[in-house]
């Protein structure tokens, strides 16, 4: 892979007469100077070194200035990093498989330009204006901050499995430097007599057969014959529990000082979207969060959603290359080689590569690759959590570094399940519940809380503002309409339509499903809990009701009876 180098000094916006507004308002005081490696595909690692902060890093007001990004290009990389992630080798092209090929890209492309652009400027867009990560945006309409929760849970549970996945990716890198690489034979250790080439033509049943790929997986890494489902786990391997470990640390030392270092087939296509997109998880808030105030975030969202979905549609090129490859060479049909998930990235690549002459190499490339896809998009994740709570709860300020410690060890602790016998089992059911429905369900908050509590109108000043042009009727209609109405169907339809979890022939029992569920109603009942709270704050109902949605640097107008959402025009304005 081809490396590039750049560094840059992170300070303060200087505030300017044109610009400078109530939201540019910051928390953080210090100079940090952020290194970036960008990798050829688009990812990159970062790391931070504080150093001796000026006086002068105070607004007029005297409260401290929020940092901003050094250089334009170290927000487009971060976004750039985190969208561009494992989903788009492993899950886009399976779900192009799975529902027609091409065809899937009909909902998709047509998902992605009513919805996932959209609401990925709009992302881009609130956290840029208010300076403030996923929960303390909603001071533009503070009834809806549970939503900001819920993306910050979101993100958080995502974490729990996320990370499991790297550590895989670093087991297979360890593997890979050896002459022979230990998935091409069935004359290992952790073999079973099923064990057989697609190619050879066995007495066993082709039910039974098992690629050398797949039980290395299977048998070598996961252990998940010593266990006989969910409820069996046994204790964490110690080979997957080091390097979860040196993930963990990895995220640690990129994350303490600052985000800077950092049909059904049309519901398949709508959460692709999200997942894809990254939209959703609070990270597009937080990352922009950190731009200047006058950065122009919609040329950023177009050229970020296009760079993901190019490189989205060019995964499937290469997928679809492999596939039929080993369909060819093994000489079954195609739908006995696609895999989704964990399956396609660890048992057909892998596969594919051992037959390349000077395979050990080309595996070391292509598992190094994972992990700058894979710590890439999870340092977004955890920056989406640490960045919204310590803009949430002020005194955290001071102690980054242990809240950081702190989550990223929490994290850790609940991602040993993952790595036991049965943790396969685990992350199965983080994978289905974890950000499903529930994350349709709080991008659906999203759009509703701020097309139409806060005001499509308003919204669209507030980014002229900073850009100096209005967004086009397009993208108003689409916040006001297409895309809450296109969510609310997706929502509706995911619950109708669901699915209980398995893993092959494994069905999962009922109090795992139950488990699952509760998983993603914690993170969804946000919304209800933290809209009940506010309002009991308050003391009449409509006075309740006027404060609760109406921007908290406007509650003086409420005092005086003047609350614009109580007016006809406020609704039907686009």
């Known amino acids: 892979p081809f490396y590039t180098v750049m560094s840059s000094v992170v300070a303060p916006e200087k505030p300017t007469s044109n610009t400078m507004g109530p939201k540019e308002v910051g928390t953080h005081l210090r100079h940090v100077e952020l290194i970036l490696v960008k990798e050829q ?133 360890f593997s890979s430097f050896t002459g022979e690489l230990p998935w091409v034979h069935c004359n290992n250790t952790w073999n079973s007599p099923n064990c057989s080439d697609w190619a050879d033509n066995g007495s066993v049943s082709d039910i039974y057969k098992a690629t050398p790929a797949q039980e290395y997986f299977e048998r070598a890494v996961l252990h998940i014959q010593d266990s006989n489902g969910i409820d069996d786990l046994g204790r964490p391997r ?37 997942f894809s997109l990254g939209v959703g998880f609070g990270v597009l808030i937080a990352f922009s969060s950190y731009n200047k105030f006058s950065n122009n975030c919609y040329r950023d969202a177009i050229i970020t959603s296009s760079i993901n979905s190019l490189t989205s549609f060019f995964s499937g090129f290469v997928v679809f290359s492999f596939l039929g490859y080993m369909s060819q060479k093994h000489n079954v049909a195609l739908d006995k080689v696609a895999r989704d998930g964990a399956g396609l990235v ?148 995911s619950f109708a339509t669901f699915n209980p979890p398995n893993y092959g022939s494994y069905m999962f029992p009922a109090w795992a499903n139950m488990l699952g569920w509760c998983l993603a109603m914690s993170s969804m009942t946000m919304v209800p809990l933290y809209a009940i709270y506010k309002l009991e704050l308050l003391f009449s109902l409509e006075q309740r009701l006027a404060y609760a949605i109406t921007p908290e640097t406007e509650h003086h107008l409420v005092d005086n009876g003047e609350v614009r959402q109580f007016t006809l025009h406020h609704w039907l304005v686009v």
């Not at 788009?88 to 065809?103: D, I, M, Q, S, T």
């Not at 080979?239 to 270092?261: D, E, H, M, P, R």
């Not at 967004?471 to 689409?478: I, K, S, V």
Request: with cysteine.
């Open 346 to 493: 660890f048992v057909i690549y892998p596969e594919a590569i051992a037959t390349l002459p000077g395979s050990s190499i080309w595996a070391v490339i292509f598992f190094i690759m994972l992990l700058t896809l894979g710590i890439d998009s999870a340092m977004g994740g955890m920056e989406s959590v640490i960045t919204g709570l310590i803009d949430e709860f002020k005194f955290l300020h001071k102690h980054r570094e242990l809240f950081t410690l702190f989550i990223v060890v929490a994290t850790f602790l609940i991602s040993l399940f993952c790595v036991t016998n049965g943790g396969m089992y685990v992350f199965t059911l983080l994978d289905h519940f974890a950000a499903g429905t529930s994350i349709l369900f709080g991008v659906l908050i999203e759009a509703i809380g701020i097309a139409w509590f806060y005001g499509v109108d308003r919204f669209s000043d507030d980014i002229e503002e900073m850009i100096g042009h209005r967004p086009g009727r397009y993208w108003r209609l689409c916040w006001k309409f297409v895309s809450p109405c296109f969510l609310l169907f997706m929502v509706v339809v």
């Open 238 to 274: 110690w080979q997957l529990t080091s390097c979860l470990a040196v993930v963990i640390v990895l995220l640690y030392f990129s994350l303490w000082k600052g985000v800077k270092t950092s049909g059904k087939v049309w519901i398949e296509a709508a959460t692709q979207i999200c």
């Open 41 to 173: 595909n688009g990812v990159q690692f970062t790391s931070t070194t504080l150093v001796t902060p000026t006086p002068t890093q105070t607004n007029p007001s005297g409260e401290e200035e929020r940092e901003t990004w050094g250089k334009k290009i170290d927000f487009l990389l971060s976004v750039i990093g985190f969208a561009v992630d494992l989903a788009n080798v492993w899950r886009f092209p399976y779900l192009c498989y799975k529902n027609g090929g091409g065809a899937f890209l009909v909902p998709y492309l047509f998902f992605m330009v009513i919805a996932g652009m959209p609401l990925f400027y709009m992302e881009l867009a609130l956290g840029q204006y208010n300076r403030e990560g996923a929960a303390g945006v909603w001071k533009i309409c503070p009834i809806f901050k549970g939503v900001g929760f819920t993306v910050i849970l979101i993100s958080l549970y995502v974490g729990f499995y996320y990370n499991v996945i790297i550590s895989w990716a670093m087991f297979y890198l």
